[in-house]
């Protein structure tokens, strides 16, 4: 039904062609970020899947793929899940590493019906962060659910730890919130750095430009193939990403230790040079092996860590603009 209720939105949609020009850039670029600090990252993301209900103060949680993650040996101040409809259904912690000086807060990716119809939910509404600027009504809608809890458990850990770096991380629909979170937070005085694995677009050019150009670092990261990162098309509505985009290629044999030669950086909300690629036809094995199995699972197969509904992710971008 969910596949059904995307197709006849994006028929009604009418997808509208843009032109679009992008840069490309390889991973040597001065300033960009060293594969291990991508890898980190990626696995608190992957440890969402392990710590919705994990009490406060007990370490947090993984089964597999979490190695930096259990050496780091970080404690939740708080777990949440935000619960079926009307709700959200969307997951997650906030944690400290005090082994790093840093605070956690990370949302997990899709794991349920409810969360297909928070990402299905692609209307756009008017943020209030920069005139002009508008949200995916549905991850907007998830983090105004989260919000309460994730500040509250974000100013009780800075009350304990005022020079401790907050890092805000998700995979895919996680990746979603974790974007529209960094937005707010920023805004209200946060200092904070972005990593986002596998993230769908969030919203128009003006307020991805504005998460792009805030303060503290972002780094957007696709895979290869992975259909996620070019939904909602951006045909649709305007939809436009973040920048800079990291792009990672080639199937490495040990993924935590994935080759400088194949991470390129492109530049600009709308970019065909990376995972947006139009002749690159997508996978969706590819959405779940970000420097390792987007998994905190014993056993878990790459194309378990998250099915993406069948007719979706026919639905991604297939066509370069015309010049």
């Known amino acids: 039904m969910l596949s059904h209720i995307f197709v006849a939105s994006l028929l009604a949609s009418g997808l509208l062609a843009s032109n679009a020009g992008s840069e490309v850039y390889t991973r040597q670029n001065e300033g960009f970020p060293i594969p291990e600090e991508l890898s ?32 780091d040996a970080g404690t939740i101040i708080t777990s949440f899940n935000t619960g079926p409809a009307p709700n959200s259904d969307i997951a ?13 807060f990370a949302a997990r990716g899709t794991a349920s019906n409810r969360n297909w119809e928070t990402n299905l939910n692609f209307g756009l509404v008017n943020s209030l962060l920069v005139r002009g600027g508008k949200f995916h009504l549905g991850f907007y809608n998830a983090w105004v659910e989260l919000s309460p809890d994730v500040r509250a458990a974000i100013d009780k850990a800075q009350a304990l730890h005022p020079d401790f770096r907050l890092k805000v991380v998700g995979h895919s629909l996680g990746g979603a919130i974790a974007a529209v979170a960094a937005a707010h937070l920023r805004s209200d005085g946060y200092k904070l750095d972005l990593y986002t694995y596998g993230q ?13 150009q805030s303060p503290g670092k972002l780094y957007r990261v696709t895979h290869q193939a992975d259909p996620v990162p070019r939904l909602p098309p951006w045909q649709l509505f305007g939809y436009r990403h973040t920048s800079p985009e990291i792009w990672l290629t080639g199937t490495p044999s040990d993924p935590k230790r994935w080759p400088v030669e194949d991470i390129k950086t492109c530049i600009g909300n709308l970019n065909f040079f990376c995972n947006t690629n139009p002749f690159i036809k997508y996978d969706p094995v590819d959405h779940g092996v970000y420097f390792g199995k987007m998994s905190c699972f014993k056993n878990a197969t790459v194309d378990a860590v998250e099915t993406i509904p069948e007719g979706i992710s026919n639905f991604v971008d297939n066509e370069r603009p015309e010049n």
């Open 92 to 104: 997650g912690y906030v944690a400290v590493v005090p082994s790093r000086n840093e605070i956690i």
């Open 200 to 212: 769908p677009r969030v919203g128009n050019d003006i307020i991805s430009d504005y998460i792009s």
């Open 40 to 71: 980190r990252y990626s696995e608190y993301a992957a440890a969402t899947y392990c710590n919705a209900n994990t009490p406060v103060g007990k370490p947090v949680a993984c089964e597999a793929n979490c190695d930096e993650v259990l050496k």
